[in-house]
C-alpha cells in the first residue's frame, strides 16, 4: 500500500512571507513529474552497460509520460524510494540537463521564501555508472549563477557519497569536492543505505575532508536505529545530521546532541512517506525542539514527497504546534547552522530579524 499524508491547510502568508534556508535537499529531488518526462524524451535509449556498475539500466530509456513519473513517485518503503531516485538519475544525463533542474529548483526555492539553499548532489551515483562529473557541474553551475540572477537565491553545493559503495568510492567523491571547492562546492555528506554501511567504515574519507577543510553532514539514523547517529557524530565528527529520525530512542544522545550544538535537519514528510516513521505524529520533531536541539526544516526531496518546505513548516504549525514564534527560531537556525561565511549569515539574519521585528510592530 502507498503512504500519504494526510492534507495540511494551505501555508499562511506569515510562512510564505518568512524567510528561511534549507540545508538538507537533494537536487536530483527536486525533478518533478513534468520534467522528469521532458528528461526521459530527451534520452529515450538505455544507458550505456560498459562501466556502469548498476547491473540492471535496462529501464533507464523507457520514455515517461507525466502519469509514468508520477507513479514511480509512490513507493510504499525505503527501498522503493531508493530505486525511484535511481530512475531520476538515470535520465539526468548531460549538462543541460543539470542546468535546467538546477534553475527550475531555484525558481521553486524563490517562491517558498529561501534565501540560501545548500543543496546535495549525487556525485557518487555519477561516478558509479561511469559518467565523468566535470561536465555535468558546469551545467550546475551555469543553472546556478542563472537562478542567482534571477532570483537572489543563493546556493552552495555538498557533494553526497553512497554510502553501499564503499569507502573507496566515497574518497573519489571527496576529491572531486576539493578539486571544485572554490566553485561554491562546500562540504561531504553520505546517504544511501544505512543497513548496508556503517559510519565507522568511513571514518578515513571523513577525517581527511575535514583536513582539508571541507563542511561535514551525515544522512543517519533515518532507517536505522541511534547507534548510526553517535557512529556520524563520533566517528565522522558531523556538524549537522541528516534527517537523525531515531534519536530519541537513545535520552543520552539526545542530550549530547544539545551539548555538542550539533543540528539536526529534520525532514518530517520524507520520513513518513518513505515508512522510517510508522505515523505522522509520531514524528519527533517537536520532542527534538522542546528538548533544546537545533532544529531545522526540510524537504529532503520536494518532487518524491510532494511537498514544499512552506509545507513542512505548516505541518510544523498544524501538527506539532509550532507558534508563529517558534517557527521564526527553526528559520533562524537555518541560517546559524548554515555554512555561509560569516558575513553571509549576518546578512540573511538581518533580513530575518528586520521581517520579525515589522511583524511585530504591525501587530501592536
Known sequence: MTITLDPVS???????????????????????PQTLSLLSQRHPTPLEPNHNRYKDVSDSGRVLSVDDAHAIYKYTDFGGFLLAFKAVTERMRDPEDYELVTYEMMRQLHAE???????????GVVHWRGHEFGPLFEGMERGRQRGEH?????????????RHFGPEEA?????????????NVVGIGIGGNEKLASPELFREVYEYAAAEGLRLTAHAGESVGPESIWGAINDLHAERIGHGLHAWQDEELVRELGR??????ACISSNV????????????????????????LNTDDPAMFHTTLTREYQLAQDV??????????????????????????????????THSAGLTASQT
Open 320 to 353: 506539532f504546534g509550532f507558534s508563529d514564534e517558534e517557527l521564526t527560531q527553526l528559520a533562524r537556525n537555518s541560517f546559524l547552522t548554515s555554512f555561509l561565511p560569516e558575513n553571509k549569515k549576518r546578512e540573511f539574519l538581518s533580513k530575518l530579524e
Open 171 to 183: 574518497m573519489i567523491v571527496v576529491n572531486t569536492a576539493l578539486k571544485l571547492r572554490k566553485r
Open 273 to 296: 512517506l518513505t515508512g522510517c516513521c510508522l505515523a505522522l505524529e509520531q514524528h519527533p520533531v517537536r520532542r527534538y525542539f522542546d528538548a533544546g536541539l537545533i532544529v531545522t
Open 10 to 32: 494551505q501555508p499562511s502568508a506569515f510562512i510564505r512571507a518568512l524567510p528561511k534556508a534549507e540545508l538538507h535537499l537533494h537536487l536530483e529531488g527536486t525533478v518533478t
Open 260 to 265: 555538542r550544538r550539533i543540528a539536526i535537519e
Open 150 to 162: 534571477d532570483f537572489a537565491v543563493s546556493v552552495l553545493w555538498i557533494f553526497d557519497a553512497v
Open 113 to 123: 521564501g529561501v534565501l540560501h539553499a545548500e543543496v546535495y548532489v549525487s556525485v
